[in-house]
């Protein structure tokens, strides 16, 4: 019967949801659906972003087949990390509280529950998900907010007229930074916003990461304003709606009073004043007319220039009268002369930005894009002198504007020539990132598989990648094989395998990230073997030229193969009932070695199986063993499976093969043979009836014997054989007519069934004839079946097939004729004209009934002698219970006693030591008498008169009981 398997193994579902993301090549049939608007969520709550998946082909999701795996791009980040994974029923989580749930996943959710969000978690979350073939992905936003704690330090003013006044509004521990503060006044013209007067500082950011603002309105009322209503109005992301909180303004007319001597103030004001003006004059003369050069600062560029990255340098020129100010921008790259690329003067009109240089190369390939410079220009003047700020934004590509030579020249009437402030460009670019190579979980021999190496976030595009095969036990770095040799964008070169039909494929998928970084995922696609490729390195190393960068991962292969089994054989084709039968599996082509096997008849487990060969090893490093069963087959199990089960770490669950007992040669089964009519007489014609059943196949014979002589006798007959639906096994039935002869009597026939297929073990069937008026003895039967020492015990002996008279019953012991306790039941006429009677014996058993032969007979006048059934009582021997040594002293004599009690039978015996000496004196032993227990009892003492030397002496005496082999003592010591 072919193999089957009950379950395969899982293949590559954390792989593939992670090649889904990475490679975001092509789609499969899932959908999955998710938050359709951005979550917003306050921060320290908990957070549920939704992952739908529709489009699988089953009405419940396999946990073994199918991947999720969550990414989270921060809010202005390029990279996207690995925030959770689902692979092959295991959760891995890197962040704390994480949790997809197992049976929303069976039905198709795998959204992420995230606990005590923060800010850091804001950003885009994608999820990924895998059910074999197919794949989809989703993704959605996340917002993180604290909501402002507003306060007004009065909700109620009062002011004269004509002085100030301010008023805070506090807003505190709020997130994200973008808050707006505003004021309104409300007064009896109506409703304004107020824009003057209102100053509102720099948030402060606390240690928890939330900010606070304070704004404050400056009052300068009149008596026109009294009764406004002042309103600060806070609107931030977090908040439903715009917050208000109002003040109310009173105000009050001034005290005016007139100093005595402001008079005199008024002359020293007008003194002072005259001299202030004269100052004045002076300095605005040095302001206006002195003229001052300009201070050009260094050009400031950031610590890295980044490939393709927005790059802000800044000159600062400061300090200068008159205000007319030019300036150059010129550009030199490697090779090229110098060229202008902005010019700006103060004077309107006469900036320009030159065509020349508007072209910033991006990627190395050739695509392009057109960037212009972008120069922004500031002025402040301050106290007479200028000021400007020159910032230069622009995207540097590492191939065309690493080492080129940025200039500014400052040109002013007070200089000579032009000031010039140069810097050399540096670009650099981003080393790629390498994760772990992904490989199958399971790696099956001769089975295609696809080892992937995800390379992230890298700039400029040119990477070479190289695949190496390190050969087993080969040194660190030595012995590598190379594999694939490619230049991100150029063909694949493959190095190893045949010309026509290499072992190797090589593909890449590549995605652009929005910082105009790289992420290519490297596919090795081959087809494993045991010898080729088992505990093989591979090693994916990856060169970056722009950043000189050498990074390599490897991945160790654990391949295994799949074990195959062949039918099952027995020996016999066609196993005998009840004898011994060998089965055999023979299971190869797997590997490792290690496999289990197990027999099982229909859902038994069968007693008796064990491997009996090891696993051989084959030329293509696959093992093969051939397991063997011996078992004896029952008529039951016809019709039942054998199955050979074995479980391999190759496979999940078990496989096997299995074959149907359809055909069992049984030897037929022979029942009780019957007597028609049960007690015949001389002279009547009796039929012997013989059935047999249970027996495969149908061919069969009955042969009669009378006292060991067969018999060939016409009316011996027998039936053709049925077979019976319920068992599938055939019956049949055996018939012999005979007249019954004067000597017939305890005569034994014989029916003997010969099954050819079974020949050698024929079955029989024996009945001892016993003709009518000749009493038939059953057994004894004792009530209670286990009897007790001195509890009344009934023992009763059925008689049947005897005539009414001429018969006599007695109950025996010794030979000798119980005369107590016998009591019979009445003759009872049976269908066959013969009676029957129940004989029964009461007796309370005791230690005389120990090993004792009890004896049944029956006297009639047929047969000379009587007919008897006979028993020994199955009575335990008991160990005697000793009690301690009793000590009497007398004038002279003192004497030392030990009583047995509850013993059986009463062979004991007894010594006494004085000492380590054995007692010569006399020992008198108490004859054995019969205790309420139904057990004996008995005394054992000895006597001696004491001696000065005896003091202190030990006297020992030791009981053996023969039954039961056990032996035991007592001692004292004499008390003077």
């Not at 390379?455 to 094989?481: H, S, V």
């Not at 929005?514 to 696609?525: H, I």
């Not at 002293?889 to 006494?912: A, R």
């Amino acid at each position: 019967m072919p193999c089957s398997g009950d379950l395969w193994p899982a293949l590559f579902p954390g792989l593939i949801a992670v090649l889904a993301l990475l490679g975001a090549a092509e789609g499969g049939d899932l959908v999955v659906s998710m938050n359709s608007r951005m979550v917003e969520v306050p921060v320290n709550k908990d957070a549920l972003l939704e992952c739908r998946v529709s489009g699988y082909k089953t009405s419940e999701i396999n946990l073994q087949t199918v991947g999720v795996i969550w990414y989270h791009r921060k809010l202005g980040a390029s990279k996207k990390d690995e925030l959770y994974k689902f692979s092959g029923g295991k959760h891995t989580s890197y962040r704390k509280g994480a949790a997809i749930f197992d049976d929303e996943l069976k039905k198709g959710i795998a959204s992420l529950f995230l606990p005590r969000v923060q800010f850091n978690e804001e950003g885009d979350y994608t999820c990924v998900v895998f059910i074999s073939p197919d794949e989809g992905s989703g993704e959605s936003s996340m917002i993180v907010s604290a909501e402002p704690q507003i306060s007004l330090s009065a909700t109620a003013i009062t002011i004269e007229s004509g002085t100030e006044k301010s008023v805070k509004c506090d807003s505190t521990e709020f997130y994200p930074l973008a808050i707006q503060i505003s004021w309104l006044k409300k007064s009896k013209s109506g409703e304004q916003k107020i824009l003057d007067h209102i100053c509102t500082g720099s948030p402060v950011k606390n240690a928890d990461g939330t900010y606070n603002v304070s704004s404050h309105m400056r009052l300068r009322p009149t008596l026109q304003d009294d009764g406004n209503i002042y309103v600060c109005l806070v609107r931030h992301r977090s908040l439903d709606k715009d917050t208000k909180l109002t003040t109310h303004l009173t105000v009050k007319e001034p005290e005016i009073v007139v100093p005595g001597g402001i008079i005199i103030c008024c002359v020293i004001g007008s003194i002072l004043l005259c001299s202030l003006i004269m100052i004045v004059g002076f300095l605005m003369y040095l302001k206006i007319f002195r003229k001052v050069p300009p201070k050009v600062s260094e050009i400031t560029k950031p610590p890295h220039m980044i490939h393709l990255e927005e790059t802000v340098l800044t000159c600062h020129i400061s300090g200068y009268k008159p205000a007319n100010i030019l300036l150059c921008c010129f550009l030199q790259r490697k090779g090229e002369n110098q060229s202008k690329i902005f010019q700006w003067s103060s004077a309107p009109g006469h900036s320009q930005a030159p065509e020349a240089i508007e072209q910033q190369r991006l990627i190395c390939n050739g695509d392009s894009v057109k960037e212009s410079f972008d120069i922004e220009m500031t002025t402040v003047t301050h106290d007479g002198c200028s000021s400007a700020k020159c910032k230069i934004i622009f995207i540097p590509d590492i191939d065309k504007d690493d080492g080129t030579v940025l200039s500014l020249h400052v040109s002013h009437s007070t200089l000579g020539k032009p000031i010039t402030k140069s810097i050399q460009l540096e670009v650099e670019g981003i080393a790629p990132k390498m994760t772990n190579i992904l490989a199958p979980p399971h790696i099956i021999h001769e089975e295609v598989i696809a080892l992937s190496c995800p390379i992230d976030g890298f700039k400029p595009r040119p990477l070479a990648i190289t695949w190496y095969q390190k050969l087993d036990k080969a040194k660190e770095n030595m012995g590598l094989k190379e594999i694939v040799r490619t230049v991100y964008g150029s063909e694949d070169v493959i190095v190893g395998g045949e010309k026509d039909l290499p072992k190797y494929s090589h593909s890449l998928n590549e995605l652009t990230n929005e910082d105009n970084t790289y992420s290519v995922t490297s596919f090795l696609k081959f087809t494993p073997t045991i010898l080729e490729d088992h505990e093989t390195v591979y090693i994916c190393e990856v060169e970056h030229p722009a950043t000189a960068s050498k990074t390599q991962h490897r991945v160790k292969l654990d391949i295994k193969a799949i074990p195959e089994c062949e039918d099952i054989k027995l020996a016999p084709e066609i196993p005998i009932a009840e004898e011994f039968a060998e089965s055999t599996c023979r299971i190869h082509s797997f590997f490792p070695k290690n496999i289990e096997v197990i027999w099982k008849m229909d859902n038994k487990l069968m007693q008796e199986t064990k491997a009996e060969t090891e696993p051989t090893l084959g030329t293509d490093g696959r093992y093969s063993f051939t397991d063997h069963l011996k078992f004896i087959p029952a008529r039951e199990d016809l019709g039942k499976i054998l199955t050979c089960k074995f479980q391999h770490e190759s496979i999940i669950g078990t496989k096997r093969t299995a074959c149907k007992l359809d055909k069992l040669i049984s030897p037929p089964l022979l029942d009780d043979m019957k007597i028609q009519p049960q007690y015949p007489k001389p002279g009547d014609l009796t039929t012997f009836l013989c059935h047999a059943r249970g027996f495969y196949p149908k061919d069969v014979m009955f042969m009669w014997f009378k006292n060991e002589k067969r018999i060939d006798d016409k009316e011996i007959t027998s039936t053709d054989p049925v077979i019976d639906k319920n068992t599938g096994l055939f019956c049949c039935e055996s018939r012999w007519k005979y007249m019954i002869l004067p000597d017939d009597h305890q005569i034994d026939f014989k029916v003997e069934a010969l099954h050819f297929q079974t020949s050698h073990r024929p079955a029989k069937v024996f009945h001892s004839l016993l003709l009518g008026g000749i009493p038939k003895l059953s057994d004894i039967i004792l009530e209670p079946e286990t009897p007790f020492y001195g509890q009344p015990l009934v023992l009763k002996c059925n008689v049947t097939n005897f005539a009414q008279k001429g018969i006599s019953t007695n109950w025996l012991m010794d030979d000798k004729p119980i005369l107590k306790g016998v009591r019979n039941t009445d003759p009872k006429e049976e269908q066959d004209g013969f009676y029957q009677l129940c004989s029964c014996l009461e007796l309370i058993p005791t230690a005389l009934h120990y090993n004792k032969k009890l004896v049944f007979e029956v006297k009639n006048e047929i047969t000379p002698q009587a007919i008897t059934k006979h028993l020994y009582l199955p009575l335990p021997g008991n160990f005697p219970t000793v009690s301690e040594i009793y000590c009497k002293e007398g004038c002279t004599v003192t004497s030392f006693m030990v009583s047995l009690t509850d013993y059986v039978p009463q062979e004991i015996e007894v010594k006494w030591f004085k000492g380590e000496q054995p007692y010569t004196g006399s020992v008198h032993n108490g004859l054995p008498q019969i205790a309420t227990t139904g057990l004996f009892s008995s005394t054992t003492e000895i006597e001696f008169i004491p001696e000065l030397s005896d003091r202190d002496l030990e006297i020992r005496c030791e009981i053996f009981h023969l039954e039961t082999k056990k032996r035991i003592e007592q001692k004292c010591r004499l008390p003077f």
